[in-house]
């Protein structure tokens, strides 16, 4: 598809999707029971939530309303779940909202001082407490759709470069059935999974698509903290994660959880070969950030980045 034509199919998209958000405004104002589905403490967080380093709400708010323009049309169950997530948190909102957070528990995104911004919880956690439902990820599967996210936001100041860093690429399929399993931590549990050795089945993954990956909430800001040596984390931690992921069947939901008790003040470190393919992301020659900006260099701005401002 020729550049012109993926661009027309952007704005138009666009269009409809404005149209139907207005139509949907009376529908969201009168959802306000659907609250009480959420975790009991949902409430409470977000609003001991403290954002004392950008990007904040406002930035995450206009990143899922942006996903949302190009998914208009889109029936993915992942994609109805976001929708509905972004439904139930802003219920009682007087407008239309876009803001939502898979938070569990109070935190604060804070200069690191060594390694950029990082997600810090203000109270302790303990092990094996959920901190995160990590379900407002937005999911690429074409550069068209990539590429029309992007030119939404491209014309926003300072909006591009934090995706430099948080897209990733991952397969696009079914969830690994050990993702329950626990990683070993440092007391050595009888049936934990070492993340850092090899799965000599990861050989029948190599025919999966592979999609971009981009969490379209604070937990894109979680730092690496894995067992892995990943060259291509240039600002290394150099800590053992201290969040690992669970996948829960009931409730086909994906959750952080803590692999140990975590202090107040302590900054949350997850494990990026979770979910980045680091060994075939160059099969996606489209995915970074800078790609798009080589693709976009000469070409005059036809984003709808009017679209999502509020």
């Known amino acids: 598809m020729s550049s012109s034509s993926y661009r027309y199919t952007t704005l138009t998209t666009a269009s409809i999707a404005i149209f139907c958000m207005l139509l949907q405004t009376s529908f969201w104002k009168n959802q306000s029971g659907t609250t009480k589905n959420q975790e009991t403490n949902q409430g409470q ?9 950008s990007p904040g709400p406002d930035y995450f708010a206009k990143l899922l309303k942006a996903y949302l323009i190009i998914k208009t049309n889109s029936t993915d169950p992942h994609d109805e779940k ?27 995104i ?25 379900h407002l990820y937005g999911i690429y599967r074409t ?25 990733y690429v991952m397969e696009d399929g079914e969830e690994d059935e050990d993702d329950d399993e626990v990683p070993c931590d440092e007391d050595g549990d009888e049936g934990c999974v ?6 000599e089945d990861d050989d029948d993954e190599d025919d999966e698509d592979l999609v971009v990956g981009l969490d379209l909430d604070e937990s894109s800001i979680l730092n690496h903290g894995g067992t892995a040596d990943i060259d291509e984390v240039e600002e290394m931690v150099n800590q053992p994660s201290n969040i690992y992921q669970v996948y829960d069947e009931k409730e086909e939901a994906m959750y952080y959880v803590a692999l140990r008790d975590i202090v107040a003040d302590e900054e ?18 489209w995915w970074d950030v800078d790609e798009y900006k080589k693709y976009r260099n000469g070409q005059s701005s036809t984003s709808s980045s009017a679209d999502i401002k509020t």
């Open 194 to 199: 070492n993340w850092g050795e090899d799965d």
């Open 143 to 167: 550069r068209q759709e990539w590429y029309s996210f992007l030119d939404i936001l491209e014309p926003l100041e300072d909006y591009l470069e934090p995706l430099h860093d948080w897209a």
């Open 82 to 108: 976001i929708r509905q997530t972004v439904m139930e948190q802003n219920s009682n909102a007087t407008t239309t909202q876009y803001y939502a957070t898979g938070a569990l528990v109070p935190f604060e």
């Open 110 to 134: 804070r200069d690191t001082g060594t390694h950029g911004r990082g997600i810090f919880v203000t109270r302790p956690v303990a092990k094996g407490q959920r901190v995160w439902r990590s």
């Open 45 to 53: 967080v977000r609003e001991e939530i403290s954002h004392v380093v």
């Open 268 to 285: 949350l470190l997850c494990d990026y070969t979770h979910f980045h393919d680091y060994e075939n992301d160059d099969e996606l020659d």
